[in-house]
């Protein structure tokens, strides 16, 4: 047997469905009115419904799929096929417990069963009558419950043939007004006779809510059965009755639209014969005016006439109208010809990029090679010198592409608005930082709703010039999703052979972005897709030393939070030592701007005071900021003096992508089984580095006067604190062996050294990153001596002069030679033969004479 259940449109989960059961050959198959010699046990398994509820001598297809169905239906099929249907009242709820079920349901027997191949089974039930809960005798494996068969009562009489007529009558209205009910159920119902028969049979078809529908079941009265039934048909009636009037309408109101058109087309052709023209012919006209006047491509151009010839043939109430009108209105808008004129005096450009930066001298350099360039292109172009042979796969470049990397406040994204100024361009600047759709660089087609173009055609529309400096900020932070890869899209972007043909997903068309000079900004480059990378000139910012921040707060910082703090120049003024304090004691970092986030502090604490008529003029010198601002943030050698001061503790010197830090490096031992424990959130890396380190320690044993048997009997372990930070690298591998062996030979670290370098299992030191940022983080912290690879010698150019003024650098080659620098000599321990005190006293002299060396 086949079956098939027809659905009423928009049911929900919440209203019965309307069920047709067929036979292999196609003929209606309708339920027996009554059960013959049928025994009901009291006690039967309860099968809970969800959705829908099945009434009494109705046939109903229903698909299970829950482990607990399926048990109970392969239990029941075995014997009597008898179960207990009960619809919940929680639809939603996937295994309604005896709480959750209606107080009546129905009987109803197995008449065919089969099990689809993906593991549920659909069944064909026959209702056979109506019963009440009595109680659960059984949850495990499925809800079993003894029963009472509740019979109903049917009345006789003119009153209930009534309603039996009434309800036959709505039910084939309703047939007459919707198409989605098959003619069968409406014959096969108007031939009933029985009264209880029909209300069940009509309810069953019929769109019905849960509650109601459930109503309908617990009634014990026929009579009440209609009378609510008859009901819900009643107002089922009015409601197809003005769908269809609303349809109507509809339809009226598109033939009016129809006529409409027709008319206008009418008007249109009776315009042309009179030489006159309509809104529409107007704006098509102010259109191609604007086109001739953009100056465009052949190619964009060619696309923008066709969609105006488009546009002119449709009605103006086309959803199509809209779509068209605003893509060419986007065409013709785009700066496809307009551009600032450079400003090629490169004084001004020096002198406009001194007063906004403090040295920065590398990017300053290269903006003003640039300038050259163009200016002398501009000036030979046409000279009558010997012709220069043509490259004719490779096309000339104009523009440039650099790319700013450094750590954050050292000035990236301003420097963009001052090369702009110095320049005479435009300047724009969009965010990168967590972008994840590609299509906010190429822009949605037109195929979608809303489309519109990519950031950078839509940024270029905005300040209606095509070669402005465009900074593109945060390139290292892009993500990539199922929308797409944003850094993929930019390599187009940002390739001067390519970029010259853009072609955006919603223009369609090239668009030339190879006079836009573009500027990203990144805080570190290994976030940074290697192809992208590639693409662009990459110009490293380091670090401020002291020298330059004083000079960038007293030239830029102090007068700009003077005047956003409502202050005259007057009235404050901060002298040089108390700027350093605030520098060394308040702020530790790569740029300026918790620098002048402190300053700010100070200039807020002065107009307060101002304000109240407590002072006229305010002098900050370092007294006054430890008022103003309280204790000290930041210590430099007391710390490092202290924590060093035990054997095991190294200073070591790291690079992360906010500048150069100082990190401690900790080893301590206790009595164990040579096992090694590292902690402080390593990587990988720095573990195996870790691991290299105590290899080598260990095989100079005797060359550090180690007892042998000290590695055998003692567990080590090595800490890097800051532990919630993760940490990797090899650079800390020299600073690992030096803590280690210090922790072995009982030497302390000196405390004014610090050190950085790669190390091999043979004790050789091999060069290290980021140099220039770990020495200025080692100046920073009061360190006199830095330990560094001797490859590594090569790289002291890019070091500031005046650190290397201040710091002794020591270039090594192997890790003997870090030991001999970096540890102190082992103290001689006191004699207890009192004769001896006096040679005692003589060592521990001698001992002192070891301070300087800090």
Not at 62 to 85: F, M
Not at 267 to 282: F, H, M, P, T, V
Not at 586 to 598: D, Q
Not at 704 to 712: G, N, S
Request: with cysteine; proline share 5%.
């Amino acid at each position: 047997m086949r079956f098939k259940a027809y659905f009423k449109e928009g049911a929900g989960k919440k209203e019965s469905p309307i069920i047709l059961v067929k036979d292999d050959s196609g003929e209606l198959l309708v339920p027996s009115p009554k059960v013959d010699n049928l025994e009901i046990p009291k006690e039967i398994p309860i099968l809970p419904l969800r959705g829908v509820v099945v009434y009494p001598h109705t046939a109903v297809p229903l698909t299970i799929g829950q482990e607990r169905s399926i048990k109970l239906v392969d239990d029941v099929v075995q014997g009597d096929r008898i179960i207990g249907l009960v619809a919940s009242r929680k639809p939603a709820l996937e295994l309604p417990g005896p709480e959750d079920l209606f107080e009546y349901g129905t009987i109803a027997a197995i008449k065919r069963l089969f099990r689809a191949p993906d593991g549920t089974i659909r069944l064909i039930m026959h209702g056979l009558a109506r019963f009440k809960l009595q109680k659960f005798i059984a949850l495990e494996p499925y809800l079993k419950a003894e029963i009472e068969l509740k019979p109903e009562m049917v009345e006789e009489g003119v009153e209930i043939e009534a309603q039996v007529r009434a309800a036959k009558d709505q039910f084939q209205k309703i047939a007459e007004l919707t198409s989605s009910l098959p003619r069968e159920i409406v014959g096969s119902a108007l031939l009933l006779d029985d009264p209880l028969h029909v209300a069940y049979t009509i309810a069953n078809y019929q769109r019905v809510d849960l509650k109601q529908a459930q109503q309908i079941l617990d009634e014990n009265s026929t009579m009440a059965k209609l009378q609510q039934l008859n009901a819900l048909l009643s107002r089922e009636v009015e409601v197809l009755t003005l769908g269809q009037q609303i349809e109507r309408e509809a339809r009226t109101e598109i033939e009016k639209v129809q006529r409409e058109y027709y008319l206008r087309e009418q008007q249109k052709a009776i315009q042309r014969e009179l030489g006159e023209s309509d809104e529409q012919q107007a704006e098509v006209e102010e259109f191609r005016k604007k086109i001739e006047e953009a100056h465009m491509s052949e190619e964009t151009e060619k696309q923008a006439r066709r969609e105006l010839d488009r546009l002119a043939r449709l009605p103006t109430a086309a959803a199509e109208y809209g779509v068209i009108r605003t893509y060419l209105d986007t065409l013709v808008t785009m700066p496809w010809d307009k551009a600032t004129e450079d400003n090629l005096d490169l004084e001004n450009a020096r002198k406009v990029l001194d007063e906004d930066h403090y040295g920065l001298r590398d990017i300053k350099e290269r903006i003003l090679e640039y300038l050259a360039v163009r200016k002398l292109k501009s000036e030979r172009q046409d000279s009558e010198e010997e012709e220069q042979p043509k490259d004719y796969i490779r096309r000339e470049r104009e523009g440039v592409i650099l790319c700013f990397i450094g750590p954050p406040g050292v000035g990236k994204t301003s420097l963009g608005r001052s090369i702009a100024r110095a320049m005479g361009r435009k300047f724009v600047r969009i965010s990168l930082g967590g972008m994840h759709d590609e299509a906010e660089i190429r822009g949605h087609r037109r195929t979608y709703i809303g489309a519109m173009p990519g950031r950078i055609l839509q940024a270029l529309r905005r300040i209606e010039s095509n070669n402005p400096i465009f900074m593109l900020d945060e390139v290292d932070k892009m993500g990539r999703d199922f929308r797409g890869d944003p850094a993929s899209a930019l390599l187009e972007v940002l390739d001067p052979e390519q970029n010259c043909e853009f072609r955006d997903h919603y223009l369609e068309t090239a668009f030339d972005l190879s006079q836009v000079m573009f500027i990203t900004t990144a805080n570190w480059s290994e976030t940074i897709p290697a192809p992208l990378l590639d693409r662009m000139e990459v110009i490293r910012l380091s670090s401020y030393t002291e020298r330059e921040k004083v000079a960038i707060a007293k030239g830029y910082l102090v007068p700009r939070q003077i005047r956003e703090n409502g202050l005259r120049i007057r009235e404050v003024s901060i002298n040089d030592d108390a700027m350093l304090v605030l520098i060394r004691s308040y702020t530790r970092e790569a740029g300026v701007r918790n620098l002048e986030r402190e300053i700010g502090r100070v200039c807020r604490r002065v107009a307060t005071k101002i304000a109240e008529n407590k002072a006229e003029t305010v002098i900050i010198t370092p007294e006054v900021v430890a008022e103003y601002l309280h204790k000290p943030r930041y210590f430099g050698m007391e710390e490092i003096t202290d924590r060093t001061s035990i054997p095991g503790v190294a200073t070591g010197l790291a690079w992360t992508p906010t500048g150069g830090e100082v990190l401690f490096i900790e080893a301590t031992a206790m009595p164990g089984q040579k096992e090694f424990i590292l902690t402080g959130s390593l990587g990988d890396v720095m573990k195996e580095s870790a691991r290299a380190a105590l290899s080598y320690i260990r095989s100079i044993s005797d060359m550090l006067k180690i007892d042998p048997d000290y590695w055998e009997t003692h567990d080590l372990h090595l800490h890097v604190p800051a532990g919630a930070q993760p940490k990797d690298g090899p650079s800390a591998g020299v600073t690992i062996a030096v803590a280690l062996a210090s922790l072995a030979a009982g030497r302390p670290v000196r405390s004014d050294v610090g050190m950085t370098g790669e190390i091999t299992l043979r004790g050789k030191v091999l060069p290290i990153g980021g140099m220039k940022e770990k020495v200025l983080a080692a100046h920073r912290a009061g360190l006199k001596k830095v330990i560094l690879p001797r490859r590594n010698e090569v790289d002291l150019e890019d070091v500031p002069d005046e650190i290397q003024k201040e710091i002794e650098f020591i270039f090594v080659d192997i890790v003997s030679d870090v030991l001999k620098a970096a540890l102190k000599p082992k103290a001689r321990r006191r004699a207890k033969k009192p004769k001896q005190q006096s040679k005692s006293k003589e060592t521990a002299g001698k001992t002192k004479k070891t301070v300087p060396l800090k």
